[in-house]
């Protein structure tokens, strides 16, 4: 099960760091990336945990914590002129009584916690009803391919957090925890399509680039650490290793271009020569991003339609 749960963390953390690398200033990304990032967190210590009795308040607002996120992302795409409105209102509102609910949950104090799981899910059922407004003026251009998996995905991220919440295990609880993986990446995707849009650039290559590159490295750096927990067994130092291994390696391959030029900030005194490395960079990144008819608006899909 392991694998499993291998598989999960590192699809969600390779999603997550690539739409918080497309512009971490955009609350839009910003948020979705936090769900991402919380839930391949949540993975890793549920597997430390090891069903221990503790955790089940933990499990309980961890999972509960990208629902809250992505129904802030949700909040992003409503109508233009109820956006800022009902954003404050979640920033304001919802999230310091998640907050205040979260902190007994994680505790051991149960009913805090339904009340918490029962809330977000509202939240995300609510927004993602508000959303479903602004769908009308996507019919017309690619984005329409995004609504599809914006509303398939927030449905089964629902479903999913309901019957973790609930304690209707149909799979073991591990792997019902891995499900959500598939259901938040879904969402990113969908997430990456409309700022894609927005920006006029194509995303399918990029993505994929981004995707098969980590995942080589992610092989690569964790194999070798599979290969220990193999030989010795689960142990949790070597678990920690394990995915600690596949973390970095994901990190340093998504990340590649702003700790690049970190390394060429502190190598380099010229300042011509530093602007120069940055230029050629970020026209390798904007290839990537290009459409096959010079990046136009209806070029952004990741499904080919």
């Given at each position: 099960?392991?694998?499993?749960?291998?598989?999960?963390?590192?699809?969600?953390?390779?999603?997550?760091?690539?739409?918080?690398?497309?512009?971490?200033?955009?609350?839009?990304?910003?948020?979705?990336?936090?769900?991402?990032?919380?839930?391949?967190?949540?993975?890793?210590?549920?597997?430390?945990?090891?069903?221990?009795?503790?955790?089940?308040?933990?499990?309980?607002?961890?999972?509960?914590?990208?629902?809250?996120?992505?129904?802030?992302?949700?909040?992003?795409?409503?109508?233009?002129?109820?956006?800022?409105?009902?954003?404050?209102?979640?920033?304001?509102?919802?999230?310091?009584?998640?907050?205040?609910?979260?902190?007994?949950?994680?505790?051991?104090?149960?009913?805090?916690?339904?009340?918490?799981?029962?809330?977000?899910?509202?939240?995300?059922?609510?927004?993602?009803?508000?959303?479903?407004?602004?769908?009308?003026?996507?019919?017309?251009?690619?984005r329409r391919s995004a609504a599809g998996l914006l509303t398939v995905g927030a449905l089964l991220l629902g479903l999913s957090a309901a019957l973790i919440l609930l304690g209707l295990n149909v799979l073991p609880s591990t792997a019902m925890l891995s499900v959500l993986a598939a259901d938040l990446v879904v969402l990113g995707l969908g997430i990456a399509v409309v700022d894609a849009f927005d920006a006029g650039e194509t995303v399918r290559a990029a993505m994929i680039h981004s995707f098969v590159v980590s995942a080589a490295a992610a092989a690569v750096f964790g194999g070798q650490a599979a290969l220990a927990l193999t030989l010795a067994g689960e142990r949790p130092a070597l678990i920690a290793l394990f995915f600690g291994a596949i973390a970095a390696a994901i990190t340093l391959q998504v990340l590649h271009v702003p700790l690049q030029a970190g390394a060429d900030r502190l190598a380099f005194s010229d300042p011509q020569l530093f602007a120069a490395r940055v230029e050629l960079r970020s026209a390798t990144e904007a290839l990537l991003r290009k459409g096959d008819d010079g990046g136009a608006p209806n070029a952004v899909s990741v499904t080919g339609s």
């Open positions: 099960m392991v694998w499993v749960s291998a598989a999960a963390f590192g699809v969600a953390w390779w999603l997550g760091l690539y739409l918080l690398a497309r512009d971490p200033r955009k609350p839009l990304l910003r948020r979705a990336a936090g769900g991402l990032l919380v839930y391949a967190a949540t993975v890793v210590i549920d597997r430390l945990a090891g069903g221990s009795p503790w955790f089940d308040g933990v499990r309980i607002v961890l999972v509960c914590a990208p629902v809250l996120a992505f129904s802030g992302v949700f909040v992003r795409l409503l109508p233009t002129r109820a956006v800022e409105r009902v954003d404050r209102v979640w920033r304001v509102g919802l999230l310091p009584v998640c907050a205040l609910l979260a902190m007994p949950a994680a505790g051991g104090f149960l009913p805090a916690g339904y009340v918490l799981g029962a809330i977000t899910l509202l939240a995300l059922l609510g927004t993602m009803l508000g959303m479903l407004g602004q769908q009308a003026d996507w019919i017309e251009d690619s």
